[in-house]
């Protein structure tokens, strides 16, 4: 019995001196989603970390568990003919969030002020003090490619029915490995005396390209989805009338770290979609995209009828092609 207790006592001491902390740093690997955007200057990165759990789908008790604590030092190599050529830095910054558990107040968003370069190698490089560890990943950035068609928009309008789904045709962009069509749709709403000015993007399906076509990849739209995309985006209102102003027709290209990240995510096999990362020492994405666009077209008049009485659009109240509304 004696004995029994003296274990008992020794176990209750030591559990007393040696806690179990379930919420370590030591476990948690940091987290980095940045795409640069090769059509503007400001660049953006988000940044948060791993944490322990037994349940992969309910978020930890505290928002502390996806922050990452001290100073956070985060800066961009631009390398050239294997020298350092330009170095940024990343500075945090606020944001409005709509929702989510991701944290609000210190949401680990960074922001830099730069342009990319085309063919160029960029490296990342992500010092956390408080842990002394140091995370870096580097890619070459998306060459410049050529929207061939369609092209013209002064004299030429896009035909969006079953009968020619209109097929969009693009040169090769040189280090990218995926591409997205999209065509942004320009239109007023008008009630009453007011009348606003509504841009709305569309994409469609990632296309997976790494060879050389010889002369451009081709994407056929289709012309259904198109207008089921429109009658889900607008709100039905029969006070408003509509007018369809202009359409432009992009395609972007991702960088092939960006293409073999977004193959991950789609093969929806739960052993491998988190495998991917181009960070050493860390976990993330580090790529960039660049956007080409040709913009200033219009519906021709069939299309401009079928959006206006089509069986998915019809509600939306968009005026025809001779600029009436038939009941």
């Not at 759990?53 to 390398?79: F, H, M, Q, R, Y």
């Not at 050529?146 to 030429?156: G, H, T």
């Not at 097929?167 to 009630?191: C, D, K």
Request: proline residues 4%; hydrophobic residues 35%.
């Amino acid at each position: 019995m004696k004995t029994y207790l003296l274990i008992i006592l020794s176990i209750f001491v030591f559990s007393c001196e040696t806690g179990i902390d379930v919420t370590d740093d030591s476990g948690s690997v940091p987290i980095v989603y940045c795409i640069l955007n090769q059509d503007d200057s400001v660049q953006r990165l988000r940044i948060s970390r791993s944490y322990l759990s037994t349940n992969g789908l309910i978020p930890p008790g505290s928002s502390d568990s996806l922050t990452i604590p001290g100073e956070v030092n985060l800066s961009i190599e631009v390398v050239e003919n294997k020298q350092v050529t330009d170095h940024y830095l990343f500075e945090p910054i606020s944001i409005q969030k709509d929702s989510g558990f991701f944290p609000s107040e210190v949401n680990g968003i960074y922001q830099g002020i730069f342009g990319i370069k085309e063919n160029t190698t960029y490296r990342l490089i992500l010092e956390i003090k408080e842990w002394d560890y140091v995370s870096y990943s580097s890619f070459v950035t998306v060459g410049d490619f050529q929207l061939v068609d369609p092209a013209f928009p002064k004299v030429r309008d896009i035909h969006m029915l079953n009968d020619h789904n209109p097929v969009i045709h693009w040169t090769r962009s040189l280090n990218a490995a995926v591409y997205q069509v999209g065509i942004r749709v320009h239109f007023q709403e008008m009630i009453a005396e007011q009348i606003d000015s509504i841009s709305l993007l569309f994409l469609f399906t990632t296309t997976f390209n790494r060879d050389d076509p010889g002369s451009f990849y081709s994407y056929s739209i289709n012309s259904n989805q198109f207008y089921k995309r429109m009658a889900e985006s607008i709100q039905s209102d029969p006070a408003y009338l509509r007018k369809l102003t202009g359409i432009d027709v992009c395609v972007i290209a991702g960088s092939e770290s960006v293409g073999v990240y977004m193959t991950t995510q789609e093969s929806q096999d739960p052993f491998q979609v988190l495998d991917y990362t181009n960070f050493i020492n860390g976990l993330g994405i580090f790529g960039s995209c660049k956007t080409v666009e040709a913009r200033g077209f219009k519906l021709d008049d069939q299309s401009m009828d079928s959006l206006a009485y089509g069986n998915m659009t019809k509600s939306l109240n968009f005026l025809d092609s001779d600029g009436y509304r038939k009941e």
